[in-house]
């Protein structure tokens, strides 16, 4: 969805409040693709701060289908995101150091869901976990060891010791 901001742009003092409809249903990155199970309206306040130039406050609370990082499973994960950037106009020729990256503006246009992807690109968690102290998975079996300890030996030696290993493997009397 595109937003008009001509004329918050272009008047001096001019203030815009709105709640958008976000229609994004699911977020696409490199890490994989997460449906959105949950999302509230996008809200903005839009105010200009100098001559084509205005300040983007807002938040959006979205609530994504995720995985434990560590055991595999299925964790929401909640967003709630705060923002606040500085846009320019078109019209402006000069690069302006107070101004944030544009890649959502098109023109005078403002594109809701571009802008919502780059917040939660931004803010996505390096580590989803399903809890504080997740065991993960066994190594050896795959057994999720947060619901039952399997017992495997997971014992990985260090490749450094392989040398003194040999040794002892070589002078071992049968």
């Known amino acids: 969805m595109l937003v008009n901001l001509s004329d918050v742009?272009?008047?001096?003092?001019?203030?815009?409040?709105m709640e958008v409809p976000l229609e994004m249903t699911s977020f696409?990155?490199?890490m994989g693709s997460f449906e959105i199970m949950e999302k509230?309206?996008?809200?903005?306040?839009?105010i200009n701060i100098k001559p084509d130039k205005a300040k983007v406050n807002g938040n959006v609370k979205l609530i994504f289908k995720t995985n434990c990082?560590?055991?595999?499973?299925?964790?929401?994960?909640i967003l709630d995101l705060t923002f606040e950037r500085v846009i320019v106009s078109p019209n402006v020729e000069e690069e302006d150091e107070d101004a944030d990256d544009l890649s959502f503006m098109d023109?005078?246009?403002?594109?809701?869901?571009?802008?919502?992807?780059?917040?939660i690109i931004g803010n996505w968690p390096a580590k989803i976990l399903c809890k504080e102290d997740c065991k993960g998975l066994c190594p050896v079996c795959g057994q999720n060891r947060n619901v039952r300890d399997c017992g495997c030996d997971t014992f990985v030696p260090d490749p450094r010791?392989?040398?003194?290993?040999?040794i002892f493997n070589a002078n071992k009397e049968v």
């Not at 010791?161 to 040999?166: E, G, H, N």
């Open 9 to 17: 742009l272009t008047s001096e003092g001019r203030q815009l409040n």
């Open 69 to 77: 990082d560590r055991c595999l499973t299925e964790v929401p994960t």
């Open 161 to 166: 010791m392989a040398v003194i290993q040999d």
């Open 107 to 119: 023109g005078y246009q403002l594109d809701v869901e571009t802008f919502v992807y780059n917040e």
């Open 28 to 30: 696409k990155s490199k």
């Open 40 to 46: 509230s309206p996008v809200t903005f306040t839009f």
